[in-house]
Every structure is written in C-alpha cells, then in structure tokens.
C-alpha cells in the first residue's frame, strides 16, 4: 500500500436535541495504524480524491479571537514537536466544537484528524464523518439495528498539502475543502474552524484552460475531425491528473495539444496569448467533462451527443425550439421499433372485436 499514517485521532461530537450544547468526546491517546485502519483511511483518501465539488485555499491572516489559538498555531505547534499530535487533534476538536455551537446545524459525528504520506506527499486531513443506522437480522429472525461511518456521504472535510504549506505558506492554494451543498453553508463553519479563506477558483481556471484549447484550435485553423480530435485529447489527459490526484500542466498539455505542420504547442500559444491561468493547477474536471460533449436534462428528456454531430446528424431549429436527429443510436432504434410492433399487436385485438361486432349486428337484421 502506498499510504502510510504518521498519526491519526478519532473525536466524536453530538448535540443535544432540546438544548442544542454540542458534546466532545475525545478518543484514546495512541491509536495504533493497524491494517484496517490503514484500509479505512486509504478508503477515505480515495472518496475525498473523488470528490468533483472542491475548492482551494489557505490560512488566514487575521489573528485568533481571545485567547484561543488558531487551527494553524496549533498545527505548527505539532509539527514543531512542541505538543504530541493527541494534544493538537484535541484542541482541533474544541475548536471545531466552538464553531459547531455558533451554528444551529446538526453537523455531528465523528472527527477525523490524519497524518499521512501517499505517493510522496504529506498531508493533513480532517473531516466530519456521519453516522448513519443499519439493521441486521439473525438466525432466529431477530432485527437489531447498528451504527457505522457512514463515509460515503462525506460532504464536511478539508486537507492541507504539507509539502505546499511548508514551501509556500504565502501560496492560496494548500488547503482543499469539499464546496457546501447548494442553498446551505454547511462549509462555512468548518472553514471558520480551519481560519481558512478561500484563495485559487478551480473552476475559473478551468473555464479558462477551455476557452484557451478552443482558441487554439480556431487560430490554427483545425478542421471539424481535428478539433475533437484535441478535445478529446485534453478530456483524457485531464482525467489522468484527476485518478492520479495531480494537477494540470500547462507544459504538460503543450506536449499533448501541437499542430503538426508548424509543432507549434499549446504550452507556448497560452504564453503568447497571456491567459489569466497558472502554469499548473487543480482541476474541475466537470467542466472539462464538457468538452467533447452537449448534454441536458429536463421534462424527463435526457439528451447527449458529441459536439462534431451539431448541424449534421443533430440539427437544432432555434425557430421551435426543436432537434432533429438524423441517425438514431441503434439501441435507441431497437427499443423505438419494439415499441412499435408491441402497440400494433395491442391494438390489433380491439380493432377485430370492432370488426366482429358489426357483423353481429348485420346477422340480427
């Protein structure tokens, strides 16, 4: 395995119902990386990889209020081997408990802190881990019920690049931190617990690393094939870096993306054009996933095709707001077409009785 854990705690928080105090309690002191939980970890690692909706930041400037320390000082100070990691997770967690008491959310469960190293990185990772409830039933037929980590709706989670910390602490973009979901602020409360402000906009810079490739492409005068051809190419290299938990390179892509008759590469076309984009950085891959691709969903219509067929085998008439295909998907034919026959023979049967019926009534005269 490629993980290894340096450290790791487990703290659980609750809230009670009628006064809304969140509770702390700690977990043991030393808990041993045994092979479960370098799996369960590992698991988690890859969830959070996984996650399309992050965004990127760093630590505030802004001094702690009062008399308690920042998330920051506190890391340092282990970091420093100036307090053992129990104590820094301990004192993470009554700051994430003071935090969680400003709020009226019941955003409880278990608190995570690890320190590990994948794939020669360092990092730091703290999330929130729900509980949810399962049943079991015995040989008897007995039902009980249990609780678990329930990992796969982790939503509150941040991890700091240590390795970019260390070299860069003026940098805007070592601290991840999964996006709140729509229409709430779940996150902001776990950024107020890390005094994390939001820095590099993941997604601006992927829009822009788009509209670069298309710019590309329509100055050197590609034609319809050639075009996705490039889309193509910058999908799959985008989700390379993305498996691979790396970001996306400039340089990288100018050995992927070149015109054959003058080499001229991608790398040095967005050197000369000056696009507002850093020479790497972390991905939206949801907004390269675009790409190649028109897609839309809505009045139970679900409709997807890859951007070489507009005008050709799909039409689009702005006039009524209607499209046309030309070349149905065969297995989108073959469902249409059994559809068909199957109406027919339904029909079939009540148009006989009709036929039937008439001739009664003719013999009754």
């Known amino acids: 395995m490629s993980l290894i854990i340096s450290n790791i705690a487990l703290h659980f928080l609750s809230k009670k119902e009628e006064t809304g105090e969140v509770l702390l309690r700690l977990g043991p002191e030393d808990v041993a990386a045994s092979s479960k939980i370098e799996n369960f970890v590992d698991a988690l690692h890859k969830i959070y990889n996984s996650k399309g909706s992050k965004a990127y930041g760093h630590f505030s400037s802004m001094p702690a209020e009062g008399d308690s320390a920042r998330f920051v000082d506190i890391m340092e100070s282990y970091l420093g081997d100036a307090q053992s990691f129990h104590q820094f997770s301990s004192q993470a967690a009554n700051l994430l408990k003071n935090e969680l008491e400003k709020y009226d959310l019941a955003e409880t469960g278990y608190l995570i802190v690890c320190h590990y190293e994948y794939m020669g990185g360092r990092y730091l990772l703290a999330a929130i881990i729900p509980i949810s409830e399962h049943y079991s039933v015995d040989g008897e037929l007995n039902i009980s019920a249990d609780q678990h980590l329930d990992t796969s709706k982790l939503?509150?989670?941040?991890?700091?690049?240590?390795?970019?910390?260390?070299d860069n602490a003026e940098g805007n973009r070592y601290i991840s931190f999964i996006k709140g979901r729509a229409g709430r602020k779940v996150s902001d409360f776990f950024l107020d617990f890390l005094s994390c402000e939001e820095g590099l906009n993941a997604k601006e810079q992927t829009q822009t690393l788009v509209q670069a490739v298309e710019d590309f492409v329509a100055v050197n005068q590609f034609d319809a094939d050639e075009k996705?051809?490039?889309?193509?190419?910058?999908?799959?290299?985008?989700?390379?870096?993305k498996e691979s938990a790396q970001d996306v390179s400039l340089q990288e892509l100018g050995d992927v993306i070149k015109t054959e008759e003058n080499g001229q590469d991608f790398y040095k076309f967005c050197q000369e054009q000056s696009y507002p984009i850093e020479e790497s950085f972390p991905h939206d891959q949801a907004v390269v996933n675009k790409v190649t691709k028109y897609s839309g969903y809505g009045n139970g219509i679900s409709l997807s095709f890859e951007r070489s067929h507009l005008g050709q085998d799909v039409v689009y008439n702005q006039a009524n707001e209607s499209i046309t295909i030309f070349k149905v998907p065969p297995?989108?034919?073959?469902?249409?077409?059994?559809?068909?026959?199957?109406?027919?023979?339904?029909?079939?049967?009540?148009?006989?009785?009709?036929?039937?019926s008439n001739e009664d009534s003719e013999n009754d005269f």
């Open 228 to 241: 996705q051809q490039t889309r193509k190419e910058l999908l799959t290299y985008c989700k390379e870096q």
């Open 155 to 166: 939503q509150l989670a941040a991890r700091i690049d240590l390795f970019d910390y260390q």
């Open 331 to 356: 297995n989108l034919k073959a469902q249409l077409l059994a559809l068909l026959e199957n109406n027919a023979k339904q029909n079939q049967p009540a148009t006989m009785a009709v036929e039937s």
